[in-house]
């Protein structure tokens, strides 16, 4: 089977002349040999387009694989990343009765035991999974997302042929430090694979719903966990207006400027205060209810960021809109995400000239998502360790700005945003936030203080170069902390005491 699939991908390679990708040491004799064998190829379009074509013959994996290469301009040629942006990932349906195979045998009964009714008609179908109408035994409207039967078996065959090829690209291409495939492919095969899991998604869709429980601008729908298993999810149907559907949105009195802003204030409350994102916002995810609030559905791809990201991240936002290339620097470096030898003013002198021609655009021109793109192309030449997590953060962004500016062309993120951000940030670094800190931190350092001064001892004893300055810019951070948490203590106790002296009985 595998050697099959092998064939197919060469033969797709070989009819849209894709073997000028074929680069590096002792290739010469591979191109010769497919150019014998598909002397008749049409190598006349753009490589770009080529490429888009092969992935799009070669199905569902190579089609998910192109998107994500697609956002990866940091990686891949701009004239390429262009035409795989276009690739579009629909397929046809599966039909009825693997539907009602499927359900049977997720829930172990007759799925007529479970719906009162379920249109099989799908309402839509993409390469993983497929939605469904469906009533409860109640009469609760629900919508059933359903994997596509096989799809686990074929997704598996064809990320360990991506593998492979990855494998051979390190070997041979001349770049391959750069290109770093075989990550590429595991971060890949690591999405891919979280989408095939429905469990997950109800479960980040529930968590969202949580964070967004209170809010008066999105609405999640509700989850009903009893008929949520790994191939089939149940949950509340949503009657909203598409969000690209701007006459409906209109003729129902929605303010579609707010409502640009409020996908901004969306995304950045999910980044910042929630540390946990939804990564697919394109607008075939995304609804507007009568009353004007979003309701977001597909939670398939979630991005976390944990704390220390969410600070230095917050930190070169602000930066950023104050044209503070400096800070931006600085926060790179003390994030750890640059060595820490890095000079900052060499640094700050590459951020500038990257970010500041964009900045001298007009508003509208501005696009905030792909200043971040050529940021991360700076941190790279500074030996940046690009997180995925970055980079969907990077993708959903330039998600979110697209969709705010088909809402409303004169959107100014930097408006909506900051805002936000330095909320955020008062509450990270005020009295609150240290407050915070300390009860998340307490257990933590009563149990690594005691190991400090043996910690130390090993260092010093251990003299490779540099390690006693890392070491002391270490026991220097620390120490702050601690400083902090000291003065925090003090403080709850200085209360204490006065509150016992003064209202003593
Ligand atoms: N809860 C829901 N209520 C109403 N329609 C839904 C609901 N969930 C999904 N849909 C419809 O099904 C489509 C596909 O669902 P989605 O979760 O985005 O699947 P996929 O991962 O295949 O993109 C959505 O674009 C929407 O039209
Ligand atoms: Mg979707």
């Known amino acids: 089977m595998r050697f099959f699939r092998l064939l197919r991908i060469l033969s797709t390679v070989g009819r849209h002349g894709l073997d000028e ?13 497919f150019r014998v064998a598909f002397f008749w190829a049409d190598r006349s379009g753009p490589r770009g387009k080529r490429l888009r074509v092969a992935f799009q ?12 290469l697609s956002i990866r301009p940091d990686l891949v040629p701009t004239d390429i990343t262009d035409e795989l942006s276009k690739l579009q990932d629909e397929v046809p349906p599966f039909p009825a009765d693997q539907v009602v195979a499927t359900l049977d045998r997720a829930y172990g009964k007759s799925c007529t035991e479970v719906f009162r009714t379920l249109d099989l008609v799908p309402v839509a179908s993409a390469s993983v999974a497929q939605v469904h109408f469906a009533v409860l035994p109640d009469g609760r409207e ?4 359903i994997l596509r039967p096989g799809i686990v078996t074929t997704i598996d065959k064809d990320t360990s042929l991506l593998y492979a090829v990855a494998g051979l690209i390190e070997r041979l291409h001349p770049l391959s430090d750069l290109l770093r495939a075989r990550e590429v492919v595991s971060e890949f095969d690591k999405i ?15 968590t969202v719903r949580r964070n967004f429980e ?30 690209n559907d701007l006459e409906q949105i209109r003729a129902h009195g929605i303010d579609i400027a707010q409502l640009g802003r409020n996908g901004v204030e969306i995304f950045f409350t999910q980044v910042f205060r929630d540390g946990f994102f939804h990564a697919d916002m394109h607008p075939g995810n995304i609804f507007v209810a009568r009353d004007g609030r979003y309701c977001g559905v597909d939670y398939g791809i979630m991005g976390s ?33 640059v060595p820490p030898d890095t000079g900052v003013e060499e640094f700050e002198g590459a951020i500038r000239s990257v970010c500041e ?3 001298d655009k007009p508003l509208k021109d501005i696009y905030f998502g792909k200043l971040l793109i050529r940021l991360f192309e700076v941190g790279r030449r500074f030996r940046m360790d690009i997180q995925p997590q970055l980079v969907l953060l990077q993708k959903t962004l330039l998600q979110v700005e697209g969709l705010g500016r088909h809402l409303d062309p004169n959107l100014d993120l930097r408006r909506a945003a900051q805002p936000i951000l330095e909320r955020w940030m008062n509450e990270q670094v005020g009295p609150r936030g240290l407050w915070n800190q300390l009860r998340r931190e307490a257990p933590m350092w009563s149990k690594t203080l005691p190991q400090v001064p043996r910690l130390v001892h090993k260092i010093l004893s251990d003299d490779a170069p540099g390690r006693i300055e890392r070491a002391i810019l270490r026991l220097e951070a620390t120490q702050r902390r601690q400083t902090r948490i000291l003065a925090a203590i003090a403080i709850v106790l ?3 005491v006065a509150g016992f002296l003064l209202f003593r009985p």
């Open 357 to 359: 021609p964009i900045f």
């Open 192 to 206: 891919i694979h979280d989408e095939l899991d429905l469990l997950r998604e109800a479960s980040s869709m529930s």
């Open 57 to 68: 013959e070669l199905g569902p994996v190579f089609v998910k694989f192109g998107q994500l």
């Open 142 to 145: 629900v919508a059933v997302k």
């Open 494 to 496: 200085g209360a204490m």
């Open 21 to 33: 990708f074929i680069v590096g040491r002792g290739t010469a004799p591979v191109r010769l040999a």
């Open 214 to 243: 209170a809010s008066a601008i999105l609405y999640v729908p509700e989850v009903h966990f009893d008929w949520c298993t790994r191939e089939a999810m149940v949950m509340e149907r949503i009657d909203a207006i598409p969000v």
């Open 305 to 337: 960021l944990p704390e220390v990201d969410k600070n230095c991240l917050a930190l070169i936002f602000i930066a950023f809109f104050k044209r503070d290339y400096k800070a931006v620097a600085v926060a790179h470096i003390d994030a750890g995400w």
